[in-house]
C-alpha cells in the first residue's frame, strides 16, 4: 500500500537574487513498512523536503499525499491537527516540554486530543525503546540517548502513518546513535512503522531498506538494499 507520494514539488525560499531553489522537482513514494533513508550534503534540501511532507511547510509548486489526502492544499489548522494525528516528527534536538515528566511528553500529543492510550501499546513502545523505569523523570534528569527515546516514543503514540526523522542522530555519541538507528529499525519490524530518516552518517543509512540521495534538490540517486 502506498503511505506516501509526491508530485513535482519545489520548493523556492526567497525572492529575486536571494532566490534558493531548496527543491527542484521531487517525484518520489514510499510504501506502507518501508524504512527509507535521505542522505546528501548540506543545504541539499534534505530538511526542507522534510518540512514539506510533515505539513509543516508548503511547497512552492507540487502535491504531496499522504494515504491518499493531498495534504498540501490543507489550512494552517488543519494541517496542525493532521501532523498530529498520521505524522510522527523527530529533530535532532529532542524538543521535550522540560517541566512535564518523560511519560507526560510521550502522551502529550494524544493529551492535546482528549485520547486516552492504548496502555499495551505504551507499554511495548516503552519497553520497546528501553524507558520504561524513566517516565516519572524530567527530561532534564535523562541523558541525551534517553531524551531522544523519548522523543521517539512521543512520535510513535499515534501510530503515525509515517515517522520522518531529521538527524535524530546528530546530536548524539555513537554509541547512542547507533542504539537509536537500532530502534528505529526494531519500530520499523515489529510495529511495521514506515520511516523517512535523514542522516549524514553511512553506517546509520545502512540499517534503511531504501537509501535516496539529493543534490541541489533532485533526487540523483535511489537504491534499494537486500
Ligand atoms: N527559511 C529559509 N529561507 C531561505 N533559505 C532557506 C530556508 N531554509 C532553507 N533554505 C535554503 O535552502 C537550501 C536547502 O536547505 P535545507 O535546510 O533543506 O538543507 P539540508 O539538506 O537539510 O542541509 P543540512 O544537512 O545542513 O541540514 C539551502 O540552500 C538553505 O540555505
Ligand atoms: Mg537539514
Known amino acids: 500500500m502506498e503511505?506516501?507520494?509526491?508530485?513535482?514539488?519545489?520548493k523556492i525560499y526567497g525572492s529575486g537574487e536571494n532566490q534558493v531553489k531548496?527543491?527542484?522537482g521531487i517525484d518520489f513514494s514510499m510504501e506502507k513498512g518501508e524504512f527509507t533513508a535521505v542522505m546528501g550534503?548540506?543545504?541539499?534540501?534534505?530538511s526542507t523536503l522534510?518540512?514539506?511532507?510533515?505539513s509543516v511547510d508548503k511547497p512552492t509548486e507540487g502535491r504531496v499525499y499522504v494515504e491518499?489526502?493531498?495534504i498540501t492544499s490543507m489550512k494552517p489548522a488543519q494541517a496542525a491537527l493532521f501532523r498530529r494525528r498520521k505524522v510522527g516528527i523527530v529533530y535532532q534536538f529532542f524538543n521535550l516540554i522540560p517541566t512535564l515528566t518523560v511519560r507526560k511528553n510521550i502522551l502529550m500529543p494524544l493529551a492535546l486530543d482528549k485520547r486516552k492510550p492504548n496502555q499495551e501499546f505504551f507499554d511495548r513502545v516503552v519497553e520497546t525503546l528501553g524507558i520504561s523505569d524513566r517516565l516519572e523523570a524530567l527530561p532534564g534528569q535523562l541523558s541525551g540517548g534517553?531524551?531522544?527515546?523519548?522523543?521517539?516514543?512521543?512520535?510513535l503514540m499515534y501510530r503515525p502513518a509515517i515517522l520522518l526523522a531529521d538527524e535524530p542522530t546528530g546530536n548524539?555519541?555513537?554509541?547512542?546513535?547507533?542504539?537509536?538507528a537500532d530502534l528505529l529499525k526494531l519500530s520499523n519490524r515489529?510495529?511495521?512503522?514506515?520511516?523517512l530518516l535523514i542522516t549524514h552518517d553511512e553506517k546509520i543509512a545502512l540499517e534503511a531498506d531504501r537509501i535516496v540521495t539529493l543534490e541541489d534538490g533532485r533526487i540523483v540517486s535511489d537504491r534499494k538494499r537486500g
Do not use: F, M, P, Y
Open 3 to 10: 503511505i506516501l507520494r509526491c508530485e513535482g514539488l519545489r
Open 22 to 24: 531548496a527543491l527542484d
Open 41 to 46: 550534503a548540506s543545504g541539499s534540501g534534505k
Open 50 to 54: 522534510l518540512h514539506i511532507l510533515g
Open 68 to 70: 491518499g489526502t493531498d
Open 146 to 155: 534517553q531524551q531522544q527515546r523519548a522523543a521517539v516514543a512521543r512520535a
Open 172 to 180: 548524539l555519541d555513537r554509541r547512542n546513535s547507533e542504539e537509536i
Open 190 to 195: 515489529n510495529l511495521n512503522q514506515t520511516i
